[in-house]
């Protein structure tokens, strides 16, 4: 079997907002407006086709055996190189074989799918056997283009091979016409475009069906066969009529991702499909098209093998890991689209001597050191002489890859004064883990965000262009990533000391990595396990407890063992009476004892019921209460609770153990009110982890990332002194941590208050009684029935015209005819519809025509242009507290029917 054995992809960091594009250049070109939804991916000032190509081929052969690669193909149709393999260049800085063939592919936007065509013919041939195909593109257009609002850059990559194959190669189908939608001269910067209309007709909707049901045919299968089609197309209504026009439903087509990073050229039909691949499940056929001067169509079928594969950060990885700038002319400033002085500086030479770099090679672009095979100490540069004081031996270092070593910052400074295309320019010591330093810029980062002892990962990257001769130097850099900074003060490390906690069910599991780390940071320990089987059936063994007293003894912590059951009232006493008779006080309770007792609702005998219930939702009762009065009258208390996603969300087959997870919830909902003026903080955790809770559960390659350990720092953060928060709920799990809440719908009213809604009238309104857009989050239950007061106050029912009222919704549309400027409205025949949500909402919509206005309450059948917005917003957008171009942007307004008709709105009304 031959086909892809694997993938990768990479979409730089940055975005741009193209309202933002719009924003600058609107006065000049208004119609780009149009295409300004979302956002555009645009390369950092020090990336570019080569270091996006190997940002995805690393992603790609994450957990592949490099030496096996025996051919790599880049392509792209902007390569910084026209006369230097490409190639052969990113083949070198991954550190591939030299005995293999590295060739670019280019000169057409489906130089990618033609390049993966040839490898897979390459391997069925039997010549190779593993082949890297990388396309990346990076293509300029012109200020205020729609092309500019349409690119994006990114790359992907794909290795195929006949092993492991995670995607079978069914066959491919190929036409190629010498049609030129665009094209761009040697000599050119800019691609030259020809009519949209005529592209969409004559080329895209003729030529990818062409080879579509080209394939088809030569395959004898047809869409009924394909779970999945990919093919670029930034014209989105032409991409929907092509997938219609081949018999696509629209559940299969791929999103072209023009709202998440718009059309990254020759790399596009790679990142749809390893964004399909990203998705796919064993068994699904996949349809993949390239379109340039004609079209290459390749059919897959997903194998089981695909679940196997090494976790990676993908398309959707990076498209998580973004941030967005509203700056357009940083954008122009980092494509080098505009002059700017660069200083004196600026000047110095840049000429690369191609003998350093040839024979440095290894170090300048695999960042290869050494590593002494005498003592194993890493070093780099790689030297004759090793660097350890203690070793020293002469001549026994062996190559090091350091790019993927795990390193962190030592020193760095922000140097405003030194040549920068985006200053300060942010550089200095990284040290890797397991050995070696060296001095490196940093990138993709804010000095601000920036601190010793964070963690950073490598990347390739541009370091400078000689302009006059036309060469990118690149090196490799530093990325701080963001969140592994050590917290100011925590070198030390946060402190538990003199701290008494209770774990309860601390014997194995979580509870056990719980109490570990919090003696290990100084609190003394109550380490509460009954040691039963894990459906609490048994007599239980103090082992288990025992065990977890003697390692943290081990430790040099204190710790004494309780063997109750959180289960019944004197249970929950006595291990809070052990906590007082060891070490005199209690301060933390972590409730985290657990069974399971899993059976879907008819086989859920009441005593399997009862028992999870008892010991999670009355264990929390039975230990929370007496250790709450001991911290009463110490007016310090921390106490956390268990939850689990099974019952904030649902999960088949755990009605009780669901019921008693999301009690705790309610548990926690009002504890918190009683504990704050005693200083005592009720926080909730919903773990995911590897225990023997879930070790049947989950697949055991998940089972492996999912340690204890990555729970307990939020477990102890809700323990410390530093917690603040009251009555959170967080998911924790691999190192992933967010929060869920309960949220509230901003509602409606029917009937005034005064009429009773009829059940026709719940039906009526459903959508506005379902939405949760707008939806807030409450602190207790008398905040919450505040919008249903809220509702009926004289407030929400005032009218504008009322003398000292404020201004409601209903006010302003009252007033609307008199805030209409007549002589503004020359020439205007629009129907403005107005959707406003939320209590004090409506529908409404105003008639403008032969310069006069009317307002009517309602919905017209074809308004030009509809606004949609919540109660809320739209009062403080009319008051001016809120702008009307970042309401858009931020999705507070939205605008459906004719956007350039809305921008009439301002000039039309004046209030
Ligand atoms: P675990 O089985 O490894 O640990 C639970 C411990 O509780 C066991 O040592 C057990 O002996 C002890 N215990 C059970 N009944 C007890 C009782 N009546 N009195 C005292 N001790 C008792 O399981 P775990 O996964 O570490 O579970 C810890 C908590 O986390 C549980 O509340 C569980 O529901 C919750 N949780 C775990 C996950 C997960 O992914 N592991 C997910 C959601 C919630």
């Known amino acids: 079997m031959i086909g892809i054995t694997s993938y990768g992809g990479y979409i730089p960091r940055l975005r741009l907002n193209r309202m933002s594009i719009f924003q600058s250049m609107g006065w000049f070109a208004p119609a780009i407006v149009m295409v300004a939804q979302g956002e555009r991916s645009f390369c950092n000032w020090d990336e570019d086709t080569i270091t996006m190509a190997v940002e995805a081929s ?22 910084p190189f026209a006369d230097r393999s490409c190639a052969g260049l990113v083949k070198t800085v991954l550190n591939l074989r030299d005995d ?283 030297m004759d002489i090793c660097v350890n004081p203690d070793c020293n031996a002469v001549d026994t270092q062996e190559d090091y890859e350091f790019a993927d070593e795990p390193a962190f910052i030592k020193s760095f400074t922000g140097d405003l004064l030194a040549v920068s295309v985006d200053p300060p320019a942010i550089y200095g010591m990284i040290q890797f883990e397991n050995g070696g330093r060296f001095m490196a810029d940093f990138t993709d980062c804010e000095l601000g965000d920036v601190s010793v002892g964070q963690k950073v990962s490598l990347t390739y990257r541009r370091r400078y262009v000689d302009k006059e001769r036309g060469f990118s130097g690149y090196f490799w850099k530093a990325i701080p990533i963001p969140g592994t900074a050590p917290e100011v003060g925590e070198q030390e490390g946060m402190r538990f000391d003199g701290k008494v906690a209770v774990v309860t069910g601390a014997g194995a599991g979580l509870g056990r990595s719980y109490a570990l780390e919090l003696a290990r940071r100084g609190a003394k320990i109550v380490v509460n396990d009954l040691g039963g089987a894990p459906d609490g059936s048994g007599k239980g063994s103090k082992s288990a407890a025992d065990k977890v007293v003697d390692e943290i003894k081990e430790l040099g912590g204190e710790a004494v063992a309780n063997y109750d059951s959180v289960a019944t009232p004197e249970g929950g006493q006595s291990i809070v009476d052990s906590a007082i008779k060891a070490f005199g006080k209690l301060d933390i309770v972590i409730n985290n004892a657990g069974i399971l007792r899993d059976k879907t609702i ?88 590897a225990t023997r809770l879930t070790k049947d559960i989950l697949p055991p390659d998940l089972l492996e990332k999912m340690k204890p350990e990555f729970v307990t720092p939020l477990v102890l953060y809700f323990s410390s002194d530093q917690c603040e928060d009251n009555g959170l709920i967080i998911n924790a799990g691999m190192g992933y941590f967010n929060r869920a809440a309960i949220v509230t719908g901003p509602g409606t009213v029917i009937g005034g208050g005064t009429s009773v809604p009829s059940l026709e009238d719940i039906h009526k309104n459903w959508k506005a009684i379902n939405s949760l857009e707008g939806a807030e989050e409450f602190p207790n239950a008398t905040a919450a029935f505040g919008p249903m007061l809220d509702a009926f106050s004289p407030k929400k029912k005032a009218d504008a015209g009322e003398a000292g009222s404020e201004l409601t919704v209903k006010g302003i549309f009252d007033g609307l005819p008199n805030a209409f400027q007549a002589d503004q409205a020359a020439g205007a025949d629009v129907v403005f519809q107005f959707d406003i949500s939320g209590p004090a909402g409506g529908v409404w919509y105003a008639t403008i025509k032969e310069g006069t206005c009317e307002v009517s309450e309602g919905s017209h059948s074809s308004p030009t242009t509809t606004i949609r917005m919540a109660d809320n917003d739209f009062v403080k957008l009319i008051t001016g507290e809120l702008n009307a171009m970042s309401a858009f942007t931020s999705g507070k307004l939205r605008i459906e029917g004719d956007l350039m008709k809305a921008q009439l709105i301002g000039k039309l009304f004046k209030f």
């Open 58 to 79: 690393r992603d790609c052969l994450k957990g592949m055996d490099k030496s096996k690669v025996d051919a790599h193909y880049m392509c792209s149709t902007t390569l």
């Open 100 to 382: 293999i063939i590295a060739e670019d592919f280019t000169a057409s936007l489906k130089c990618g799918t033609s390049a993966l065509i040839t490898a897979l013919d390459a391997v069925k041939g039997g010549e190779r056997r593993n082949i890297l195909v990388t396309a990346s593109d990076k293509r300029e257009a012109k200020a205020a283009y729609f092309y500019e609002m349409w690119f994006g850059d990114g790359a992907a990559s794909l290795l195929v091979g006949d092993t492991d194959v995670i995607a079978e190669y069914k066959g491919s189908y190929s036409v190629s016409h010498d049609f030129v939608d665009h094209f761009r001269g040697s000599w050119n910067e800019y691609d030259y475009m020809w009519e949209e209309r005529w592209v969409r007709d004559e080329g895209y909707s003729k030529i990818i069906p062409e080879a579509v049901t080209g394939l088809f045919h030569k395959l004898s299968i047809s869409m009924d066969d394909v779970d999945t089609l990919v093919f670029p197309c930034f014209f989105k209504a032409e991409h929907r009529k092509i997938a219609k026009k081949l018999g696509a439903a629209p559940e299969k087509v791929m999103d072209n991702f023009h709202e998440a990073c718009g059309e990254t050229g020759a790399a596009h039909p790679f990142v749809m499909f390893v964004s399909a691949l990203e998705k796919a499940k064993p068994g699904d056929r996949i349809l993949m098209a390239g379109f340039g001067q004609g079209c290459d169509a390749l059919y897959f079928q997903v194998t089981d093998n695909i679940e196997k594969l090494p976790a990676r950060k993908g398309i959707s990885g990076c498209l998580e890991n973004k941030k967005t700038v509203d700056n357009y002319p940083k954008f122009l400033k980092f494509r080098d689209l505009i002059k700017t002085e660069m200083g004196i500086r600026a000047e110095a030479p840049t000429q690369t001597a191609m003998t350093v770099l040839w024979r440095n090679r290894k170090m300048l672009m695999g960042l290869i050191g050494g590593k002494c095979t005498a003592c194993g100490t890493a070093q780099f540069p790689k």
């Open 602 to 689: 008819v086989k859920m005998e009441p005593e399997n019921w009862d028992a999870v219930i008892d010991v999670h939702l009355k264990g929390a009762y039975n230990v929370t209460r007496p250790a709450f009065s001991k911290m009463r009258e110490n007016r310090y208390g921390r106490i956390v609770l268990t939850t689990s996603a099974a019952g904030l969300y649902g999960n088949f087959g755990q009605t009780n153990y669901s019921a008693a997870k999301v009690g705790l919830i309610g548990f926690m909902n009002t504890l918190k009110l009683e504990g704050e003026k005693h200083n005592i903080k009720v926080n909730t955790v919903a773990p995911a982890a």
